[in-house]
């Protein structure tokens, strides 16, 4: 009986029959089932080869068994490169996790500038509203729509000294050589018309209500219509 394995031996069962036909303390025989081991270990390979194949793979194994040190040389070489490929596996899973990572932070950042570039079409566009529409400095009251307080016009009364730094105090020259002094400065209608029944009060009985625009004095007529929408908003 020959230890050749039949086309579909299971790898246990060869072995088994060479321990049963070989000598087990001879070197050769130890190195044969080493070689044997490390090319049909885990599978059934062996049992999918042709017969050409067979031939072929068994010749080698028997020349591993006649020449040790290459057998040994190869198994030696076998376990550096396991080893270098089980590093290399860890580098390549270390290298993953850090890509993983800064994907992450690639995405914090994309998400970010999206919210900038956001937040910067928001500002240009709010920009262009204010060019088209510019807002009026509350205490600029050269600009705009406000409202004084009239308290009377008088002749040769001249009390433009008071007028410098002080908004809330002014007059203007008639055709008839008088002055008319105004005092307060409002934004609000209502709020000017509460200081004129506050001043009528103190006995000034003719002062009324004044509206300027953009510094030029207007009819009360043109704006009350609005003033008159706004307090119907509000």
């Given at each position: 009986?020959?230890?050749?394995?039949?086309e579909?031996m299971?790898?246990?069962?060869?072995?088994l029959?060479?321990?049963?036909?070989s000598n087990?303390?001879?070197?050769?025989?130890?190195?044969?089932f080493?070689?044997l081991?490390?090319?049909?270990?885990?599978?059934?390979v062996?049992?999918?080869?042709?017969?050409?194949e067979?031939?072929?793979?068994?010749?080698k194994?028997?020349?591993?068994a006649?020449d040790p040190?290459?057998?040994?040389n190869?198994?030696?070489?076998?376990?550096?490169?396991?080893?270098?490929?089980?590093?290399?596996?860890g580098?390549?899973?270390?290298?993953?996790?850090?890509?993983?990572?800064?994907?992450?932070?690639?995405?914090d950042?994309?998400?970010?500038l999206?919210?900038?570039?956001?937040?910067?079409t928001?500002t240009?566009?709010?920009?262009?509203?204010?060019?088209?529409?510019?807002?009026i400095?509350?205490?600029?009251?050269?600009?705009?729509l406000?409202?004084?307080?009239?308290?009377?016009?008088?002749?040769?009364k001249?009390?433009?000294?008071?007028?410098?730094?002080n908004?809330?105090?002014?007059g203007?020259?008639?055709?008839?050589?008088?002055?008319?002094y105004t005092?307060?400065?409002?934004?609000?209608?209502?709020?000017?018309?509460?200081?004129k029944?506050?001043?009528?009060?103190?006995?000034?009985?003719?002062?009324w209500i004044?509206?300027?625009?953009?510094?030029?004095?207007?009819?009360?007529?043109?704006?009350?219509?609005g003033v008159?929408?706004d307090?119907?908003?509000?």
């Amino acid at each position: 009986m020959t230890c050749e394995p039949r086309e579909y031996m299971d790898v246990q069962t060869f072995l088994l029959l060479l321990t049963n036909y070989s000598n087990p303390n001879s070197m050769k025989t130890r190195l044969l089932f080493v070689c044997l081991a490390l090319i049909f270990s885990g599978t059934q390979v062996f049992a999918q080869l042709s017969k050409k194949e067979k031939k072929e793979w068994k010749k080698k194994a028997k020349e591993y068994a006649k020449d040790p040190a290459n057998l040994k040389n190869l198994v030696e070489t076998k376990q550096v490169i396991d080893t270098d490929n089980t590093a290399l596996k860890g580098q390549v899973s270390s290298l993953n996790g850090q890509v993983s990572d800064k994907n992450t932070k690639i995405a914090d950042l994309e998400d970010q500038l999206s919210k900038m570039r956001s937040d910067l079409t928001a500002t240009k566009a709010e920009l262009a509203q204010l060019k088209e529409s510019p807002s009026i400095n509350p205490m600029d009251f050269s600009k705009g729509l406000v409202f004084k307080v009239q308290i009377g016009a008088f002749k040769n009364k001249n009390l433009k000294k008071y007028f410098d730094n002080n908004p809330n105090f002014g007059g203007e020259a008639t055709d008839k050589g008088e002055q008319k002094y105004t005092i307060g400065v409002f934004r609000d209608y209502w709020e000017a018309d509460k200081f004129k029944k506050y001043i009528r009060e103190m006995g000034v009985k003719d002062a009324w209500i004044v509206p300027f625009k953009d510094g030029q004095r207007v009819e009360i007529k043109d704006v009350l219509e609005g003033v008159i929408a706004d307090k119907a908003a509000k």
